[in-house]
């Protein structure tokens, strides 16, 4: 859509740290599709200083403001991007849904950092059906990630027996305050971090979840580090089993101080019918049968033509926008692609796992949801 056509879409975003400057740069990359950021809210005013500077450079004027109700009593904007700190989701959420002026929200992960948060958000939810909300999952949205999802859904590997994921990667950043280095802050590393991965499994199975099993620990980052007297708690490696209803099962391997792998993630889904496998950042995508054996395996690369900024997730941010755009632009008569439910299964999953670890025994999502 060539901007002009429809009105402009009015954002603000709420929390202008490193992920919500991300979502600025991804909406200038928007602006032909009738996009506009005009009001930010952050109580950091050099997160303030860094944003202001980015949009300088795009030749949009932001109004700015200390705190999120300042937004919402502003009626500058139509849809709202929260991208705060995890453990401040909670309140600004219920404040933006009993706002009397609705406002479409794109919330990021994690939805909240308790399971009892986030049904609270989901019921007030259900009392704004002039509202949508969609969760920042986005590595659904990442073009191997996408294509597997594509190739499982087409019945290629057959039922979903199977799914692995994992995670070698560099340590948490450095974020304002340190706020992720604990636990009480971000929900904990299961949550934080993996909603992403117990969510595709969620999707690659086809199933809920019903019970975790995990070990973690931290064994090599931030035990150096101390803040206010106190030492981080946030595990760096873990091994994550989930069992969902359908008999399937999932595994994560996460291990937070691996910098010298080629790729961050790597995922496999296995059925009765086949394998597929994605490779992220290298966008590779192969899948074969157990009929047509390794001689059969096709090998792809994957990329997605809409994507105009890469970004820091590989151009799954800017897809993520565009779809809620058009969710936005449809009036209700288009669902948000990653909903509330989606949001809070995906920490029910990271919950359990961080009590299996601390309990040392399987934890299940009836527990966890029923906290």
């Known amino acids: 859509m060539a901007a002009g056509t429809e009105s402009i ?3 603000g975003i709420i929390g202008v740290g490193m992920m919500g400057r991300e979502h600025l740069v991804n909406l200038y990359h928007l602006r032909s ?8 809210a952050d109580p950091h005013v050099p997160s303030q200083q860094l944003a202001l500077s980015v949009a300088e450079s795009f030749n949009w004027p932001l109004q700015v403001f200390s705190g999120h109700k300042q937004i919402l009593d502003s009626g500058l904007c139509d849809v709202v991007v929260v991208s705060t700190p995890n453990m401040t989701h909670f309140e600004i959420l219920m404040d933006i849904l009993n706002y009397p002026k609705p406002h479409h929200v794109l919330v990021e992960k994690p939805l909240c950092t308790t399971v009892a948060d986030c049904r609270r958000v989901v019921e007030a939810a259900k009392r704004r059906p002039d509202m949508l909300v969609q969760v920042g999952l986005e590595y659904r949205y990442m073009a191997p990630v996408a294509k597997l999802i594509d190739i499982v859904k087409c019945g290629t ?4 027996k199977m799914v692995a994921i994992r995670e070698h990667r560099f340590p948490f950043l450095v974020k304002v305050n340190n706020w992720n280095r604990f636990n009480c802050n971000s929900g904990g590393t299961l949550v934080e971090k993996c909603c992403h991965f117990f969510d595709l499994m969620r999707l690659f199975a086809g199933a809920n979840p019903v019970r975790v099993m995990a070990s973690g620990a931290i064994d090599v980052n931030h035990k150096d580090e101390i803040y206010d007297g106190k030492v981080p708690d946030i595990i760096d490696n873990a091994y994550v089993i989930v069992e969902f209803d359908n008999g399937s099962r999932g595994m994560l ?10 790729n961050e993630q790597e995922i496999s889904v296995v059925g009765d019918g086949g394998k597929g496998e994605a490779f992220v950042p290298e966008s590779i995508v192969r899948w074969g049968t157990r009929v047509g054996g390794r001689e059969g395996v096709q090998t792809l690369q994957a990329s997605d033509d809409r994507i105009q900024y890469d970004g820091l997730h590989h151009g799954s941010s800017y897809l993520e ?3 809620f755009l058009s969710a936005v632009r449809a009036k209700g008569a288009q669902a ?7 949001g809070l ?9 961080q009590l299996s670890i601390e309990k040392g025994r399987f934890a299940t999502i009836e ?3 029923n906290e």
């Open 157 to 160: 590997l057959g039922q979903v």
């Open 253 to 262: 391997d996460l291990c937070m101080f691996a910098e010298g792998s080629k």
């Open 345 to 353: 299964i995906s920490v029910a999953i990271g919950v359990a796992g």
């Open 367 to 369: 527990e966890v949801i």
């Open 321 to 323: 926008h565009l779809n």
């Open 33 to 40: 599709q009738g996009v506009a950021v005009v009001c930010i």
């Open 336 to 342: 948000p692609a990653v909903n509330l439910h989606d």
């Open 9 to 11: 879409v009015k954002y």
